[in-house]
């Protein structure tokens, strides 16, 4: 075998070695004083993480089911939310709002754009019937932050509940769930946790918990007041992804106190580095403000198409990275580079991609790229990240 696997995809990532050991050991019980004890342990890290002071609630069901139980326990049938869409992930927001019976006031924002704030504003003048926002902090499918502190400014004024879909900024990118005032901020394990898929994580602000314990219908496995009851007893409602939260125990180490800012700082040179080799290649970014640190979405121009250079991406080098989605599959790819990455997998990530897009028909002039982006990432470690 000439290559390592490199799994450069915004989900599932790499996992650190200290990690993988953690969950390779035997089952404990869960109603049983060691896993208490780990419970306790993963809630200090979990706040720091999602700079909040309410209680993080881990759920055993990937981020979908967190963005489910968040929609179901927020929000009766009837009720109206705004919905940003600004790509895949937003319209699963609308989905899961219209399979629970909502009325959806729909904010559609042209894909690899940051949704206005003047436009959130207009529409909550408008439609003073909405109770709720659905955003993402970062949009998964191209690449790109949504103004979540500008909004959150706005909404912590109204009476209007502010639903953060943080799953691939949580731990890449600052979304400090309090100060930004944010009432739910959710998570799952596979993004920059560094943690194989099955968990998610969700907090609720104060006046969310008031409003959750308003509305009547709850779903029985996603029933959050209950949970919550369970996470005071350091338990969860049923029997959880043992193994993923002594893991999660473990990963957590990686994000205590400094280590946290470290991290962004780390994300943010990849995110440099990403962006001035791939554009030094002659390749086309997608997202050109606002845009998300732990992966980067790039156009193939016309004539090349990216499922080939995807292919060969893999099978020559053994970097794995992703696609684009709906009508973006066959014209973008999305380099991940959250998780357990480093400057070195990048630059792998960045080696293929060039030699895969030329073998695949792209013309590619600029041969030092590679220098190009390192400078970039040494740059991006010095400057002061802030989101
Ligand atoms: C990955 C992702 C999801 C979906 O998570 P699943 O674990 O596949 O359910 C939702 N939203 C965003 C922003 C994501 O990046």
């Given at each position: 075998m000439?290559?390592?696997?490199?799994?450069?995809?915004?989900?599932?990532?790499?996992?650190?070695?200290?990690?993988?050991?953690?969950?390779?050991?035997d089952?404990?019980?869960?109603?049983?004083p060691?896993?208490?004890?780990i419970m306790?342990e993963i809630?200090?890290?979990?706040?720091?993480l999602?700079?909040?002071?309410?209680?993080?609630l881990p759920?055993t069901?990937?981020?979908t089911?967190?963005m489910?139980a968040?929609v179901?326990?927020?929000?009766?049938p009837?009720?109206?939310?705004l919905?940003?869409?600004?790509g895949?992930f937003?319209?699963r927001?609308s989905a899961?709002?219209?399979?629970?019976g909502?009325?959806?006031?729909?904010?559609?924002?042209p894909w690899?754009?940051?949704?206005k704030?003047i436009?959130?504003?207009?529409?909550?003048?408008?439609?003073?019937a909405?109770?709720?926002?659905l955003?993402q902090?970062?949009e998964?499918?191209?690449?790109?932050l949504h103004?979540?502190?500008?909004?959150?400014?706005?909404?912590?004024?109204?009476?209007?509940?502010?639903?953060?879909d943080g799953?691939?900024?949580v731990?890449?990118?600052?979304?400090?769930?309090?100060e930004?005032?944010?009432?739910?901020l959710?998570?799952?394990s596979?993004?920059?946790?560094?943690l194989?898929?099955?968990?998610?994580?969700?907090?609720?602000?104060?006046?969310?918990?008031?409003r959750v314990?308003?509305?009547?219908?709850?779903q029985?496995?996603?029933?959050?007041?209950?949970?919550?009851?369970?996470?005071?007893?350091?338990?969860?409602?049923?029997?959880?992804?043992i193994s993923l939260?002594?893991?999660?125990?473990?990963s957590?180490?990686h994000?205590k106190?400094?280590?946290l800012q470290?991290?962004?700082?780390k994300?943010?040179?990849?995110t440099?580095m990403?962006?001035?080799?791939?554009?030094?290649?002659?390749?086309?970014?997608l997202?050109?403000?606002?845009?998300?640190w732990g992966?980067?979405?790039?156009l193939m121009?016309?004539?090349?198409?990216?499922?080939?250079?995807?292919a060969?991406?893999?099978?020559?080098?053994?970097?794995?990275?992703?696609?684009?989605?709906?009508?973006?599959?066959?014209k973008?790819?999305?380099?991940?580079?959250m998780?357990?990455?480093d400057?070195?997998?990048?630059?792998a990530g960045?080696?293929?991609?060039?030699?895969?897009?030329?073998?695949?028909?792209?013309?590619?002039?600029?041969q030092n790229?590679?220098?190009?982006?390192m400078?970039?990432?040494e740059?991006?470690?010095?400057?002061h990240?802030s989101?």
């Open positions: 000439l290559n390592k696997q490199r799994l450069l995809t915004p989900g599932p990532t790499p996992l650190p070695e200290d990690v993988r050991l953690a969950m390779a050991q089952m404990i019980h869960h109603r049983k060691a896993f208490k004890k306790g809630q200090q890290g979990l706040q720091h999602f700079g909040t002071s309410q209680p993080v759920l069901c990937s981020g089911g967190a489910t968040a179901t326990n927020l929000f009766q009837g009720e109206t939310v919905v940003i869409e600004g895949k937003g319209e927001w899961i709002a219209e399979s629970h909502l009325e959806m006031v729909i904010l559609p924002v690899g754009k940051p949704v704030v436009d959130v504003l207009n529409s909550l003048d408008r439609w003073p909405i109770k709720g926002i955003i902090a970062s998964t499918s191209t690449g790109v103004p979540i502190q500008e909004i959150g400014e706005m909404t912590r004024k109204r009476d209007v509940q502010l639903v953060v799953i691939s900024a731990g890449v990118s600052p979304c400090p769930m309090d930004w005032g944010i009432d739910c959710l998570t799952g596979q993004k920059g946790l560094m194989p898929p099955g968990l998610a994580f969700i907090a609720l602000s104060q006046r969310a918990w008031e314990h308003t509305v009547k219908s709850k029985f496995y996603f029933n959050l007041p209950k949970e919550r009851l369970q996470l005071e007893q350091q338990q969860t409602l049923f029997t959880p992804g939260l002594v893991g999660l125990a473990k957590l180490e994000f106190g400094d280590k470290q991290l962004f700082r994300q943010w040179a990849l440099m990403a962006r001035a080799g791939i554009s030094a290649m002659g390749l086309e970014l997202a050109l403000e606002r845009f998300t992966l980067t979405s790039l121009p016309p004539g090349v198409d990216a499922s080939d250079v995807l060969t991406m893999a099978r020559d080098y053994g970097v794995v990275a992703a696609g684009g989605q709906g009508a973006m599959k066959g973008m790819i999305r380099l991940g580079h998780g357990h990455v400057w070195s997998d990048l630059l960045l080696y293929a991609l060039r030699q895969s897009y030329v073998a695949c028909g792209g013309y590619s002039g600029c790229y590679l220098e190009l982006a400078k970039a990432y740059q991006g470690l010095e400057q990240v989101a």
